[in-house]
């Protein structure tokens, strides 16, 4: 089976780093990007970049250009989204996603809720 | 960066009733990269159309889309409770592929 498992929710203060995870298993880790998308409570979905883990080749969207950091280790089939100063607006629901051959997410994993708060 | 625009913003409507929901792009879609989700509360978005017209797998055949260029339409026919959720397009034929802020559909 196809899926992506996120790491567990976090409660960080401001200022903090983070690293959060998502493990990709099923299929081949290398030849497909992974993707994160943000979810601030009660609002849409945002795209905030993409990685190919096969070469780290990385996308941002320029909202996020800076402000995270997208990577991937294909030894442990594993990408990750990091701060290095985490802000209250940082609160969010975050999903990595992976687009099908046709460019379309169409396997999620169950998302990471970070909190931020002092 | 292509902004994605969805309405209505709020639809409500009964079982067996038929949801057209709309997303127009500020620019081109390049090949028609549109896809739309289905988001229900509590979890994670579920891919129902991509390349505007193309049903993922396990969707029914009462969803369906249309549309090309900068006008997009989500067509729901015979409306179900288990249909009330946030749909969402998305387009990813240019970078950043953005998303549309969201439909809410009610069923009552």
């Known amino acids: 089976e196809v899926q992506l498992v996120q790491s567990g929710a976090e409660v960080k203060k401001p200022g903090e780093s983070l690293k959060i995870s998502c493990k990709g298993s099923g299929y081949s880790f290398t030849n497909y990007w992974i993707g994160w998308v943000r979810q601030m409570p009660g609002k849409g979905l945002e795209w905030m970049g993409i990685?190919?883990?096969?070469?780290?080749?990385?996308r941002y969207s320029p909202s996020f250009q800076g402000q995270v950091t997208i990577s991937a280790d294909k030894s442990i089939s594993t990408a990750y989204l990091q701060w290095s100063s985490l802000k209250a607006s940082d609160t969010a629901m975050y999903y990595c996603?992976?687009?099908?051959?046709?460019?379309?997410?169409?396997?999620w994993g169950q998302g990471t809720m970070v909190t931020v708060s002092s | 960066e292509i902004v994605l625009t969805q309405s209505p913003g709020t639809l409500s409507l009964s079982p067996g009733e038929r949801a057209t929901l709309s997303c127009r792009a500020s620019q081109s879609v390049s090949s028609n990269y549109l896809a739309w989700y289905q988001q229900k509360p509590g979890q994670a978005p579920r891919l129902l159309i991509y390349g505007a017209s193309t049903r993922a797998t396990g969707v029914p055949g009462r969803f369906s889309g249309s549309g090309s260029g900068t006008d997009f339409t989500l067509t729901i026919r015979r409306l179900e409770v288990e249909d009330s959720a946030v749909y969402y397009c998305?387009?990813?034929?240019?970078?950043?592929?953005?998303f549309g802020q969201g439909t809410k559909l009610e069923i009552k």
């Open positions: 990685i190919y883990p096969g070469d780290s080749d990385t």
């Open positions: 996603a992976r687009p099908s051959m046709f460019g379309a997410f169409d396997i």
């Open positions: 998305q387009q990813y034929g240019s970078s950043p592929h953005s």
